[in-house]
């Protein structure tokens, strides 16, 4: 013991020798200063390392004395400073009456002006407000925004109830919200979780309830949702249902606030909110804002516990003879008045059909005149709850792998400030992905992967900026950096010279970061009207701007919130599912303190000293690793104070060290912003799908003209004679969509293709042998342009990865490409691109053509040898497609071509083909078709001067393609297309093909002529069918042969085949369910069925006997022509036989009976899968380009096709949907079995001898065909 006890005293002697090197601390960033005598309450000197006989003492002790003796953290000079920094309570009393605002932790680092002024402004353009007495306010009072056109309305019924009333047939369904100005806060005293209980007791689903009318049987009946939000100071209730049911629910609703409360009723559904408040023990967010509740100043009633437990509702009323029976009634008949409520309701029914419902149904609602206690009255002096919580470190268990942490600074009350949305310029410079921004480089870095930054309004009368960073990975040890370039951002934020340019810029991009969740297809638009009224306090003509509004307003106030974001105001939270030592620890050893040498060897030799000593200590609770765990929801976590020193650093990282640590320099982005960061499409009419450029032209002029004309022929006529004074021709085959997500980017993607039909109509034969040849040439054009191209853009051109002949079967003839970034990088993508088609002949050499065609051997000498999957596909795309492209084709494609062949094809496919785009994102139409026309320059193809409408939305100019043909033929002539020198068709055949293409397009055209153009054109044309029906999508070639008109021998048939591929071990069975005719809505259906739980029911089936086996389903669709559902298991373990077997089993079992194994609650979660997967809330800009091209593009689906297909899955009932599952009874089906490669000669012969019952099994894919051409096959 005495030797252990001299070794420390030793190695703390050579660490006070250490902290006195000085040319180590003049080496140090921080700059510490030499150790003084620590003296105790007296003025005694302390011997810091008498341990007095001890090995170890005090775990706090030991902390302080690790920090005194590293960083000199009682200096003198240290504590004079930190003296002057804060004021003595007898000032801070002072600093509070003089009206100025300090931090509220500390006894305040510095007084800040007052927003006082600001609040009073606010309050004065209320009481200005025109309305502010009216009891009806009509549409055309309403203050919008550009482009919204639904139908606004409010009025106040005699008893009080506030109504706000939403009109607009394109609703999906129709919803309700109320709003109630009371909540948990308002429970009575003693009884913890009232308010949130009476939630449950009105709107439980009953047992057993056969009336049809009852509120929950209606809404479950009919696909509805119901929603109660519960919070401190307010409840809301919302729910949506389809509109032919909206005003029976209306009624429904209102009888269960009426609802008589019993005994019996009443402890079932404690029992309920006990298992719920049990529930939310799982939930990681609700822990940590509990524990935030739990831990904040018990004074304030932001920390009253909201829900109920068996504890708050049963044994401690019990315990203090409360009756809470006559508790809850008391309290619903308070405050549950009408003079207390706000009702919102968007629908698609008219406003007078609605407002007459409304005063039908709630004008006899009684006002009780008793108003709740407010958030101040309940708090007492205490101003913010965090008081007790700034200069915390939190750290909290999270069962996800996802850790990030959480900078909370407390900040004056914003929720009557909702017109400036101070938090926004913070929020702008920390999240905005702008080139060489904070975020761009902090992603770059490897740090985080997101951040984000909000203003929370908490209804207790409290407001906090929280900036939320998420970590790459659960390690902390970037934990303190990237706080320390958040806080080095910030300083550049505060110290920037702005200008009202960029005051502007911000205010846009903000906004339009707002405006672009904007939803009224659900209950949330309802919903977000009440919480608005209720949060802001705003009047009624302006609640449409509180989520969105962001005015102009004096600079200081933004620098006044930016003052607050300061480390000694700050709670610092991590969360994550890893720790691995003490959080004192952690902080002490963390790399921002700058040493080198000596000073850093020495700090974390201590630190190993103290985890060495915490192993022979049992740790208390909360010292890790035994965290403290919250009363309610059960939240593990540690507490412990950021020492001073860390603060005093984290408030000294300037822009300096911002530049310093990432290269961020924020007047790079001030200088740069009028090019690089301009919001093009702040006043572009918003669109809800993509459509024509030219429709959207036409839009944009109806609208800066404030015409309420529809789109028809003499509007169009504008737009074609206004911008440069004709419209590209390529205009009527791009699509366009404006989004404004605060980014300036945009993407497109843009093909230039040609129809294999064109090419046949010149003299081409449309052969297997020869199209494989086309397509040999499609590849070489891309792939040698794509060697040809600036590494930089190389990724821009799509190239795919062919995997089977299948695929290069449906490829396009021509090149396609690919680009998202900055609008600032466009024009040179632009520019290197069409420029280098315009030149393909010089653009590419014999070099880059040679590196294509090896690279295309390489494809075709892979697809030789498929794996499972891959096979099983291509066998019943070769089963099911008349016409099949071989190997061989390609190989002896390949071999005839030369690079001329690849020149003469790409110069006809470029001036020729067709151009087919989608852009997205911060643009404006005047700009697409501005670049559109520099592409008909550029590559020569101006040749129609587009001035009526006669080509609208015909996508395949067939006449400007011939033309071109007859002036250019010469050039193009050369083509070396067909094995044998000579064409097969004479030119008379040639001209008598042409002719007669001629007189089709004129035929088709006939539609659309001079003297038929009448027909007006609107936005939400739906039901229009953008593209020519060709019966060919994405596949040129694909003739698939519609199995319902085959003999009924064929309707199911089953082939079995042996894979090749020596590496492949994998069974597989392949199944094609034919389901029918194209169409949204049943494609929508077949997007509803893959979403529900079908994984666990094929593991139910399988049980333990197929333990190793994988399931996948599909929707799929030809076009639009045909759906289809594919289905695939595979294993490694079974035989083949066993698995198709199972296959049939499983589907007989799950698809084919008429009623479907779904329960009413898995057909509603499986509904809410299905439109989040077709909406993809929070979509970026990659994945919606995704989304759209394959709709659009590929598919040449309706451009509404989002709205069809959620509209249709909200409006579908649990009844309609067990009808639809009808389809899958007895349909045509492909079944295909891949036998895995090795396998035993015993297992080859029972295949090949096996039978299925029900299908008919066939030994090759051409006896398909034969039976088709016997029935007069229909193809699609």
């Not at 366009?736 to 294999?756: C, D, E, M």
Request: hydrophobic fraction near 35%.
């Amino acid at each position: 013991m005495c030797c252990l006890k001299n070794i420390f005293v030793l190695i703390g002697v050579l660490l006070i020798l250490n902290c006195l090197n000085y040319e180590t601390r003049l080496n140090q960033a921080t700059g510490i200063s030499m150790i003084e005598v620590i003296t105790d309450k007296q003025g005694n000197p302390i011997d810091q390392f008498n341990l007095d006989g001890r090995l170890f003492i005090n775990t706090t002790d030991i902390d302080k004395i690790a920090e005194n003796i590293i960083f000199n953290q009682t200096e003198i000079n240290d504590i004079q400073n930190l003296k002057e920094k804060l004021h003595t309570e007898e000032e801070y009393a002072k600093l509070q009456e003089s009206g100025k605002k300090c931090f509220y932790g500390l006894n305040c680092l510095y007084g800040l002006n007052s927003m006082d002024g600001l609040i009073n402004k606010e309050k004065f353009k209320q009481s200005q407000s025109s309305s502010i007495n009216q009891t009806i306010i009509d549409n055309d009072q309403f203050n919008r925004y550009l482009g919204d056109e639904n139908m606004y309305r409010f009025f106040k019924l005699d008893n009080g109830l506030k109504v706000f009333l939403v009109s607009n047939n394109l609703l999906y369904t129709s919803s309700l919200s109320l709003g109630i100005e009371v909540g948990s806060a308002n429970d009575p005293e003693g009884i913890d979780g009232v308010s949130y209980l009476l939630t449950q007791e009105l709107f439980k689903k009953e047992s057993n309830v056969t009336n049809e009318t009852d509120f929950r049987k209606l809404l479950d009946d009919n696909n509805g949702y119901f929603n109660v939000e519960s919070n401190k100071f307010s409840t809301i209730y919302s729910y949506d249902i389809k509109s032919k049911y909206f005003q029976l629910s209306v009624n429904a609703f209102k009888k269960r606030l009426e609802k008589v409360i019993t005994w019996s009723s009443l402890d079932e559904s404690i029992s309920e909110v006990a298992k719920l408040t049990e529930l939310f023990k799982n939930v990681y967010t609700l822990q940590e804002i509990q524990l935030k509740r739990s831990l904040s100043n018990s004074s304030h009633i932001f920390s009253r516990f909201p829900y109920g437990t068996n504890e708050t509702l049963r044994e401690i009323p019990s315990k203090n003879n409360l009756s809470l029976q006559e508790e809850i009634i008391k309290f619903k008949k308070n405050y549950y008045s009408p003079h207390l409520m706000v009702l919102s309701i968007s629908t698609s029914l008219s406003l007078d059909t609605t407002e007459e419902l409304v005063r039908n149904t709630f004008s006899d609602l009684i006002n009780t005149g008793i108003y709740p206690e407010k958030p101040e009255e309940l708090s007492g002096n205490v101003t913010h709850p965090y008081d007790t919580l700034i200069g915390k470190y939190i750290e909290v268990k999270s069962p996800t792998p996802e850790a990030y942490i959480t900078m909370e600074f407390p900040i004056p009350n914003q929720s009557k400030l909702w017109r400036y949305k101070l938090g926004s310029y913070a929020k702008y410079f920390l999240t905005q992905r702008f080139q060489n921004g904070f975020l761009d480089k902090m992603t770059k870095q490897g740090w985080i992967r997101e951040i984000e930054v909000d203003v929370i309004n908490n209804d207790t009368g409290f407001s906090n900026l929280v900036i939320k960073a998420i970590l790459v990975d659960s390690d902390r040890n970037k934990l303190l950096r990237v706080v320390q370039a958040i806080f080095a951002t910030l300083d550049a934020v505060k110290t920037a010279k702005y200008n009202k340019h960029l005051d502007e810029q911000i205010r846009r991009v903000e906004q339009g970061i707002l405006k672009q969740y904007k939803s009224t297809g659900y209950y949330r638009y309802s919903k977000n009207i009440v919480k608005s009224f209720l949060e802001s306090g705003c009047s009624p003509e302006n609640i449409l701007l509180v989520p969105y509004e962001l005015e102009v307003i004096d600079h200081s106030y933004v620098r006044m919130i930016l003052e607050y974001l300061n480390p000694f105001n700050m709670v610092l939270t991590f969360s994550s599912n890893s720790f691995s030592r003490n959080s004192k620890d952690f902080l002490l050893s963390s790399e921002i303190y700058g040493e080198s040498g000596w000073g850093r060897f020495s700090r974390k030799f201590v630190s190993f000293l103290r985890t060495i000593r915490r192993t022979f200590l049992r740790a208390k609770p909360g010292e890790y690793p035994n965290f403290m765990i919250e009363k309610y929801l059960n939240a593990n976590y540690l507490i412990t104070d950021i020492p001073t020193k860390i603060l005093d650093i984290l408030e000294g990282s300037t822009q300096e060290l911002a530049f310093e640590y990432l290269g961020f320099n924020i007047t790079e982005i001030v200088i740069n912003y009028p090019k690089q960061y301009k919001i093009y499409t702040y006043d572009i009419p918003p669109q809800v799908h993509p459509q024509l450029l030219v429709e959207s032209l036409a839009s944009y002029i109806k609208y800066t003209s404030n015409t309420t004309e529809d789109i028809d022929e003499a509007l169009m006529n504008k737009v074609l004679s206004g911008f440069n004074e004709f419209v590209s021709p390529i205009a009527y085959s791009t699509f366009y969509f404006p989004i404004n997500v605060g980014v300036p980017k945009i993407s497109l993607n843009s093909r230039i293709i040609i129809q294999p039909k064109s090419l046949v109509v010149y003299g081409f034969q449309s052969l297997p042998k020869t199209n494989a040849k086309l397509v040999t040439l499609s590849y070489l054009f891309m792939k040698s342009f794509k060697y040809a191209t600036p590494p930089e853009y190389r990724d821009c051109i799509v190239e795919n990865s062919y995997k089977s002949i299948s695929e290069l079967q449906n490829s396009f003839l021509g090149i396609e490409f690919r680009w998202t970034n900055y609008t600032s990088s466009f024009d040179d993508f632009f520019s290197t691109v069409f420029n280098g088609l315009r030149k393909y002949n010089s653009y590419i050499n014999k070099n880059h053509f040679d590196r294509a065609k090896s690279d295309f051997e390489s494809i075709i000498n892979n697809i030789s040898s498929l794996n499972s999957k891959t096979l099983a596909e291509y066998t019943s795309f070769e089963t099911l497609n008349f016409y099949m492209m071989t190997p061989s084709m390609f190989i002896q494609a390949i071999k005839s071509v030369k690079f001329k062949d690849v020149v003469d094809f790409a110069s006809y496919i470029i001036k020729m083909g067709t151009i087919e785009s989608l852009v997205i994102g911060n643009c404006t139409p005047m700009q697409v078709n501005s670049y559109l026309l520099k592409i008909g320059r550029i590559l020569n193809r101006d040749l129609v001067n587009t001035s009526d409408l006669t080509h609208l939305r015909l996508l395949n100019n067939s006449t400007r393609i011939i033309t071109g043909w007859d002036t250019n033929h010469t050039e193009y002539s050369n083509f070396n297309l067909q094995d044998s020198p000579k064409s097969s068709i004479t030119s008379n055949q040639r001209s008598e093909l042409n002719n007669n293409t001629i007189v089709d397009s004129q035929n088709y055209l006939g539609n659309y002529s001079s003297t038929n153009i009448t027909r007006k054109v609107t936005i939400v044309e739906s039901s229009e069918k953008t593209f020519l029906t060709e019966g060919y999508y994405k596949g040129k070639w694909t003739n698939r042969i519609n199995m319902d008109t085959l003999p009924k021998e064929y309707k199911n048939i089953f082939y079995l085949k042996k894979c090749s591929n020596s590496n492949e071990d994998l069974s597989v069975v392949y199944m094609e369910i034919q389901v029918g005719e194209y169409s949204e809505e049943m494609f929508a259906f077949l997007k509803l069925v893959v979403n529900l739980d079908i994984q666990s029911s094929f593991k139910q089936f399988t049980s333990s006997d197929y333990p190793n086996t994988v399931f996948e389903i599909l929707p799929y669709s030809i076009g639009t022509s045909y759906l289809l559902l594919k289905i695939m298991i595979s294993s490694a373990e079974y035989s083949i036989i066993k698995l198709t077997s199972l296959a049939v089993q499983f589907y007989n079992k799950y698809f084919a009976l008429v009623t479907p194994l779904i329960s009413r609650d898995e057909f509603k979660k499986g509904i809410n899968r299905a439109v989040t997967s077709i909406e993809i809330p929070h979509i970026n800009m990659e994945e919606l380009l995704d989304q759209y091209s394959s709709s659009l593009l590929d598919r040449k689906s309706d451009p509404n096709w989002k709205y069809i297909q959620v509209a249709y899955l909200l409006n579908l009932n649990y009844n309609e949907f067990l009808n639809k599952w009808g389809v899958f009874v007895k349909p045509a089906k492909v079944l295909i079995s891949i036998l895995k490669t090795h396998v035993s000669a015993i297992e080859i012969a029972e295949a090949n001898s096996f039978q299925l019952e029900g299908y008919n099994r066939i030994n090759s894919t051409s006896i398909v065909k034969k039976a088709a051409i016997e029935n007069n096959f229909i193809s699609y």
